[in-house]
């Protein structure tokens, strides 16, 4: 998140540590000595721990905050912030990436299997179809080129989602209806993270799983291994049993009312509930999903329940 005055005088990127909305709920927060703070905190001394335009955030098993910092248009790299939240805020790891452009830089995702060498997170779209992985035990990155033959539509993975009960990658982008995959198995291997150089590229084989409901923002795989997004045109959050084939009737509706105009992002709490970030309007959007006169009754909204069946 950016803070600052228009007028440019004197304005210091900033990240928002807020609480989440199910701690509120049991507390008078009125009266509770609880506020929004800074992050990082204020008197940094170091310019590469304060944020400049921060595109995806994530946090490993670890309690580390990951974050993609990809400003467009200034005079910098994308980096990855790794901060240790446990540890007063310590920032863990500062790496560019170099020679990648911010330009549609926009998601990142941590695999939720960790290694002997730590955590991987992946970052796109890096342009080309292809995606950075970056390595925190090893500090080192490379990019996964999507290898396919002409029948496959252009790879777009604007949005990225990995299953926590198998070894896939989702992909999609918002003006595209097309869903694609990755097994990431092989690039999990030890070896494999071993031996791929710093800043190289590896092929990857891509699937393509067939078209969404329509054009969508938003993507996050549950625990169940449903997907989640949500669609533009109908202004609702579904979500695709991904053990069925990828139609209608393996999507549930489970949020659409005038209230929640667009989600923009999802997360998963450590009680394995799913929640959505409300925004007034979608990437992409032409204009605002409600009027200008109205305001957000909420910015955070908690999916539905799923139902499944071990």
């Known amino acids: 998140m950016l803070s600052g005055n228009e007028k440019g005088e004197e304005w210091k990127p900033t990240l928002v ?41 994530d ?33 863990v790891s500062s790496t560019e990436l170099t020679e990648v452009s911010s330009k549609r830089l926009r998601s990142l995702v941590i695999d939720p299997l960790e290694d002997q060498w730590g955590f991987c997170g992946y970052i796109a779209d890096a342009g080309d179809e292809t995606i950075v992985v970056y390595s925190s035990g090893l500090r080192k990155w490379w990019k996964l080129r999507m290898l396919h033959g002409p029948e496959i539509p252009r790879v777009e993975s604007i949005d990225l989602a990995v299953s926590r009960r198998s070894s896939t990658l989702y992909m999609t982008g918002h003006d595209t209806h097309d869903l694609f995959s990755i097994d990431l198995e092989r690039i999990r291997t030890d070896g494999v993270l071993q031996i791929t150089p710093s800043r190289g590229v590896q092929n990857v084989t891509v699937t393509w799983l067939g078209k969404k409901l329509g054009s969508s923002v938003g993507l996050l795989s549950d625990l169940k291994d449903g997907l989640h997004y949500f669609m533009t045109s109908e202004r609702a959050s579904v979500r695709w049993d991904t053990k069925l084939p990828l139609n209608a009737q393996s999507h549930s509706v489970l949020v659409q009312n005038d209230d929640v105009p667009c989600i923009t992002d999802y997360i998963m709490d450590a009680r394995r509930n799913v929640w959505g970030l409300v925004n007034s309007k979608c990437p992409g959007a032409i204009k605002k999903n409600i009027s200008s006169n109205s305001i957000l009754k909420f910015r955070t909204i908690k999916i539905q329940k799923y139902s499944y069946t071990l």
Do not use: M
Not at 17 to 38: G, Q, Y
Not at 76 to 88: E, F, T, V
């Open 17 to 57: 540590e807020v609480f989440w909305p199910e701690i509120n709920l049991s507390l008078n927060v009125a009266n509770a000595a609880i506020s929004p703070k800074l992050f990082p905190k204020e008197g940094s001394k170091h310019d590469y721990e304060t944020p400049v335009s921060v595109t995806g955030l």
């Open 59 to 91: 946090v490993d098993a670890r309690g580390r905050l990951w974050i993609l910092d990809a400003p467009d248009g200034h005079d910098r790299w994308p980096r990855i912030l790794i901060y240790d939240l446990k540890r007063n805020d310590r920032l």
